[in-house]
């Protein structure tokens, strides 16, 4: 079996997403910067994960960059995957080294599905004016991310600039304070399918918060979000209607509920025997 899942928001949170005090009961860094944590993990989901990563492919898919996953200090030191999918899909690392292979194919998709970089991020600036932009970054040469003044933002007109981008090739979603541009092909779902096909291992459980995680929840047999993020707020608006179930908490005790939800899959198929490994 396979284990996916994204990381921030879904199983490791920031003290401005974790929704309880950083010195609640229950709780682990799982980054440390400078002495400092960063976000944490619950101590019963870690505990599920660490027993379930020894049975199965567990195999983290962030669009953290490779340097913003490599300092999550939980999976150097703690879990170490033999699999991790970063750069939102655009990169691949096997026990840690990055596959260049993956990163050239996924280069030459978008060279051809999208409209250069450049021109991508003079339509976000031309809607997003820079006062309400606290910092921008061009990530591994793949995607962006802007940090804006949230509430700043006229929604109607970034709707509108999400669909014109789509049509060009680049995708949208505001998550928090972050508002993410990143082209077609760099993506969750390639990505883990292609490492699905590389470990020979099924069936996939996923899990995902964001609009970014809906390829990866798509392409999985079996899927949960927790009930916070753009994924639970399509839900709410009644916008979609998803198949997979959502956890009833909110925050980072959502992450207890996804994993018993993959325990449960996990032991229902060892019962039947079918692969779970
Ligand atoms: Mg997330």
Redesign the pocket.
């Known amino acids: 079996m396979i284990y996916a899942s994204?990381?921030?928001?879904?199983l490791i949170y920031s003290l401005n997403a974790i929704g309880v005090p950083g010195d609640a009961s229950g709780l682990v860094p799982a980054e440390v910067i400078d002495g400092r944590t960063v976000s944490y993990i619950s101590q019963q989901a870690l505990d599920m994960l660490k027993e379930l990563a020894a049975k199965i492919v567990f195999m983290p898919v962030t669009?953290r960059t490779i340097a913003q996953y490599r300092r999550i200090n939980l999976f150097q030191e703690t879990i170490i995957p033999d699999y991790a999918v970063t750069s939102n899909g655009g990169n691949i690392l096997v026990n840690g080294v990055v596959d260049h292979e993956w990163r050239a194919a996924v280069g030459r998709l978008v060279e051809r599905g999208s409209v250069p970089a450049e021109e991508a991020g003079r339509i976000v600036r031309s809607v997003v004016r820079a006062e309400w932009i606290t910092s921008e970054r061009y990530c591994d040469e793949l995607f962006y991310t802007f940090v804006v003044h949230r509430d700043s933002l006229p929604l109607d007109e970034i709707t509108r600039m999400a669909e014109r981008l789509d049509g060009l090739g680049w995708k949208v979603s505001l998550?928090g304070r972050k508002l993410y541009i990143v082209p077609e092909a760099v993506n969750k779902s390639d990505a883990i399918l292609h490492v699905r096909r590389t470990v020979r291992s099924e069936p996939m459980v996923a899990s995902?918060?964001?609009l970014l995680?809906k390829s990866l929840l798509a392409a999985a047999d079996y899927a949960i979000a927790p009930c916070h993020?753009e994924i639970f707020a399509e839900q709410q608006a009644g916008l979609v209607n998803l198949e997979y179930p959502f956890t009833k908490q909110s925050g980072v005790f959502a992450g207890d509920e996804i994993m018993q939800y993959v325990q449960t899959i996990y032991n229902n198929l060892t019962a039947l025997g079918v692969g779970p490994q």
């Not at 994204?6 to 879904?10: G, K």
Request: aromatic letters at 0%; a negative charge; charged letters at 40%.
């Open positions: 994204d990381l921030d928001r879904t669009t998550q995902g918060d964001s995680d993020g």
